[in-house]
């Protein structure tokens, strides 16, 4: 049965008395009289009805934290209880940008799936924006990402790997002659002979003159390459700006037109090619964390605990 939090708690999330009659499927007239006797019986107004999108009052502000505060503690409570049988059952989902679904997590799924077959595992593609969003709705019970603040007082993370950001070239181009002692097939980064701290580093220096394909501003992996770029004392020309690093990826194989920082895992994972050599950059800058997230103070089911004991205690790739 829904109690009188619930259905102002639905207000706030909807910003509409409307919408969120219809979603509860009650009249208007019936929610707007529910508000105003919570609103009476605590002395303070709730919501600020002169604005569109409706918002909440700091009173209300205050109350919506305190439901948000109740609802977890309700639901990690009905999971406690839930998750008490064994580990043949059960459900997880799982948030990841579109190369971690594509290249990572199938691998650990699959792993996990021989173990425990009838663990039904859902996988949610989106930006870290969106699944950080989706994580704190609970509507995801782990990310796996490469962009997550340590910071974030919302989420608990889990150190999955490290991986290496590298400079993807045309193999073509004369460049890679002068820089023959530097520079790397995909067969040598397969054999992760980039993490051999007897190969060298290139100086970006040498390609403050070409084009480059970016990610797009506010990505990770732009801001660090911009960053890399800087220290080496110019900004990047660019002529793509990508969304996707597989994009950029299969410009840069197959147009053959500019360079891009491509991540080792990328390559780790395609198939050989002779198309594109690879450079070893600034190990501190070049270097980037991934990690499992959950959201803080939730309730973590023993199938989640057991998807992240396997996908930790070895390395998949």
């Not at 919506?64 to 503690?73: A, F, G, P, S, T």
């Not at 969304?243 to 500019?258: C, K, P, R, V, W």
């Amino acid at each position: 049965m829904i109690n009188e939090r619930q259905y102002i708690y639905t207000i706030y999330k909807e910003r509409s008395f409307s919408k969120a009659a219809k979603k509860l499927y009650i009249s208007q007239p019936a929610l707007s009289a529910i508000v105003k006797k919570v609103e009476k019986k605590i002395g303070y107004q709730l919501f600020d009805r002169e604005t569109i999108p409706l918002t909440v009052t700091k009173e209300g502000e205050y109350y919506i934290k305190c439901v948000e505060n109740i609802l977890e503690i309700e639901n990690n409570m009905e999971k406690y209880f839930e998750d008490l049988g064994k580990l043949d059952s059960g459900n997880i989902v799982i948030g990841a940008s579109s190369f971690f679904c594509a290249f990572i997590l199938p691998k650990i799924i699959e792993k996990f799936k021989e173990k425990y077959p009838k663990v039904n595992i859902e996988v949610i593609e989106g930006n870290i924006k969106e699944l950080k969003e989706e994580l704190e709705n609970n509507s995801i019970d782990l990310i796996l990402e490469a962009a997550i603040s340590q910071d974030d007082e919302k989420i608990v993370t889990y150190f999955y790997k490290n991986e290496h950001i590298l400079l993807a070239v045309p193999a073509k181009w004369e460049i890679n002659n002068k820089l023959k002692d530097y520079r790397l097939t995909s067969e040598d980064i397969k054999a992760k002979k980039h993490l051999n701290p007897k190969v060298k580093e290139v100086s970006l220096a040498e390609f403050k003159d070409y084009p480059f394909i970016t990610m797009k501003k506010g990505h990770d992996q732009y801001i660090r390459g911009l960053v890399l770029c800087k220290k080496a004392g110019f900004i990047p020309k660019s002529i793509y700006k990508i969304d996707q690093m597989m994009t950029g990826y299969h410009i840069a194989l197959f147009n053959e037109s500019a360079v891009i920082f491509i991540r080792d895992l990328l390559v780790l994972n395609e198939q050989r090619s002779e198309n594109l050599v690879y450079y070893k950059l600034d190990s501190e800058l070049s270097t980037r964390p991934i990690y499992f997230a959950t959201k803080k103070n939730k309730y973590l089911s023993n199938v989640c605990k057991e998807f992240l004991k396997i996908a930790l205690e070895k390395e998949t790739i």
